[in-house]
């Protein structure tokens, strides 16, 4: 009797087996890998778009049959490894991770000792080896847009040494990576006006980020609006007090609109606000575009970028040896291998291109649905 019903059993479980199409051992290679974990850590909040990129990434991650964990580390560095750990408990087979400072390496070594692939999501992670991709914007592309603006803006080809303009500088974050390309790509286009004497930097004037000791003066600590607020209005009544400033190098939307508010409590831009740079296409400053308080940002499409990081993660996952992404091109292939270099190894970069906004196109990001409809009410934009 016992040995029939074990007959039976072993009957019913290979029936079973059988008609689901599975077996314990596997099944085809995408189901093994649709059913991966993919973690996904993203660097804080302050920044309205790292909470946008962070959704974005789990929902193009489950779109693609993947399960998805997403987790914030609210600007604290040692919060964020302990999260890349419990991701990797939970037994992540790929980390995409948009780090805040270089405090990260060790937890992206962990991942290498469990060999779990990782993706540099947005920001380079730096003196580190123990990973190979990293995905963004051509970011020196992007401040050779703001620079270009500036230039626009202020109508700089026209100046004269006579007669110049004059500019402050803004650069983001010390510990991002890519705020050093963005400072580089607007000073490739401003450092020529410089030299003829028909644009004058107020205050800090680095002609590269490597010129350390003056980049560093300029540098805000976390994107941290307040500080960007502080020191301007320091400008305002000590370096720039006997000048009228005509243009801002400020490196994003949240640091511009920051700045742009400290100019408005000073009666001498009430009736003419200097020509402010941006990027990330925030709402609010998408607003300010409209009114003419903002002249432009740069629209960094992260919905495409999270799309095209889990493109690239769903290929590493699958074993493909060289990943190739629609859309982006290999930093290497354009002659910018620096953007790939972690100070220890060269990883591959891919680079997505980004696009200028200005009053002629401000309607842009909410036609590509990077603004949401709440968004767009809230601010004005319809």
Same mark, same amino acid.
């Given at each position: 009797?016992?040995?029939?019903?074990?007959?039976?059993?072993? $009957? @019913? %479980?290979?029936?079973?087996?059988?008609?689901?199409? !599975?077996?314990?051992?596997? #099944?085809?290679? /995408? *189901?093994? &890998?649709?059913?991966?974990?993919?973690?996904?850590?993203?660097?804080?909040?302050?920044?309205?778009?790292?909470?946008?990129?962070?959704?974005?990434?789990?929902?193009?991650?489950?779109?693609?049959?993947?399960?998805?964990?997403?987790?914030?580390?609210?600007?604290?560095?040692?919060?964020?490894?302990?999260?890349?750990?419990? $991701? @990797? %408990?939970?037994?992540?087979?790929?980390?995409?991770? !948009?780090?805040?400072?270089? #405090?990260?390496? /060790? *937890?992206? &070594?962990?991942?290498?000792?469990?060999?779990?692939?990782?993706?540099?999501?947005?920001?380079?992670?730096?003196?580190?080896?123990?990973?190979?991709?990293?995905?963004?914007?051509?970011?020196?592309?992007?401040?050779?847009?703001?620079?270009?603006?500036?230039?626009?803006?202020?109508?700089?080809?026209?100046?004269?040494?006579?007669?110049?303009?004059?500019?402050?500088?803004?650069?983001?974050?010390?510990?991002?990576?890519?705020?050093?390309?963005?400072?580089?790509?607007?000073?490739?286009?401003?450092?020529?006006?410089?030299?003829?004497?028909?644009?004058?930097?107020?205050?800090?004037?680095?002609?590269?980020?490597?010129?350390?000791?003056?980049?560093?003066?300029?540098?805000?600590?976390?994107?941290?609006?307040?500080?960007?607020?502080?020191?301007?209005?320091?400008?305002?009544?000590?370096?720039?007090?006997?000048?009228?400033?005509?243009?801002?190098?400020?490196?994003?939307?949240?640091?511009?609109?920051?700045?742009?508010?400290?100019?408005?409590?000073?009666?001498?831009?009430?009736?003419?606000?200097?020509?402010?740079?941006?990027?990330?296409?925030?709402?609010?400053?998408?607003?300010?575009?409209?009114?003419?308080?903002?002249?432009?940002?740069?629209?960094?499409?992260?919905?495409?970028?999270?799309?095209?990081?889990?493109?690239?993660?769903?290929?590493?996952?699958?074993?493909?040896?060289?990943?190739?992404?629609?859309?982006?091109?290999?930093?290497?292939?354009?002659?910018?291998?620096?953007?790939?270099?972690?100070?220890?190894?060269?990883?591959?970069?891919?680079?997505?291109?980004?696009?200028?906004?200005?009053?002629?196109?401000?309607?842009?990001?909410?036609?590509?649905?990077?603004?949401?409809?709440?968004?767009?009410?809230?601010?004005?934009?319809?």
């Amino acid at each position: 009797m016992k040995k029939s019903l074990v007959v039976l059993l072993a $009957l @019913l %479980t290979a029936a079973s087996l059988f008609a689901s199409g !599975g077996s314990q051992s596997g #099944g085809s290679s /995408s *189901a093994s &890998s649709g059913s991966a974990l993919i973690g996904i850590a993203m660097p804080e909040t302050t920044v309205l778009r790292w909470v946008k990129d962070g959704n974005s990434l789990k929902s193009e991650a489950e779109k693609r049959g993947y399960r998805a964990e997403l987790q914030n580390g609210n600007g604290d560095q040692v919060l964020q490894n302990q999260q890349i750990g419990n $991701l @990797l %408990t939970q037994g992540a087979k790929l980390l995409v991770v !948009g780090q805040l400072n270089d #405090g990260v390496a /060790s *937890a992206i &070594s962990d991942a290498a000792r469990d060999k779990v692939a990782v993706i540099a999501y947005d920001r380079i992670i730096q003196n580190s080896a123990d990973y190979d991709y990293y995905i963004t914007f051509n970011n020196f592309k992007v401040g050779q847009l703001q620079g270009q603006g500036l230039v626009k803006g202020m109508n700089l080809d026209a100046a004269t040494a006579a007669n110049p303009k004059y500019i402050t500088y803004f650069a983001g974050s010390p510990t991002d990576g890519n705020a050093f390309f963005f400072f580089d790509g607007a000073t490739s286009v401003l450092n020529p006006y410089i030299e003829k004497g028909v644009l004058k930097v107020v205050g800090p004037a680095p002609k590269t980020s490597k010129d350390t000791a003056e980049f560093q003066r300029i540098a805000t600590e976390g994107w941290l609006p307040n500080i960007a607020k502080n020191r301007m209005e320091n400008l305002l009544t000590g370096d720039a007090r006997n000048v009228t400033l005509d243009a801002v190098l400020a490196p994003n939307d949240t640091l511009a609109r920051a700045i742009i508010e400290a100019c408005l409590a000073d009666a001498k831009y009430a009736r003419k606000l200097p020509v402010v740079s941006g990027q990330d296409a925030e709402a609010a400053s998408l607003a300010m575009i409209k009114s003419g308080q903002q002249y432009m940002t740069v629209f960094k499409d992260t919905g495409k970028l999270a799309e095209a990081a889990i493109i690239l993660a769903d290929q590493i996952l699958k074993g493909v040896a060289n990943p190739t992404v629609p859309g982006a091109v290999l930093a290497s292939s354009i002659g910018l291998e620096s953007i790939g270099d972690t100070g220890k190894k060269v990883v591959k970069a891919y680079l997505l291109d980004p696009i200028n906004i200005t009053q002629d196109n401000w309607k842009e990001p909410i036609t590509a649905g990077f603004i949401t409809p709440d968004e767009v009410a809230a601010n004005g934009l319809q």
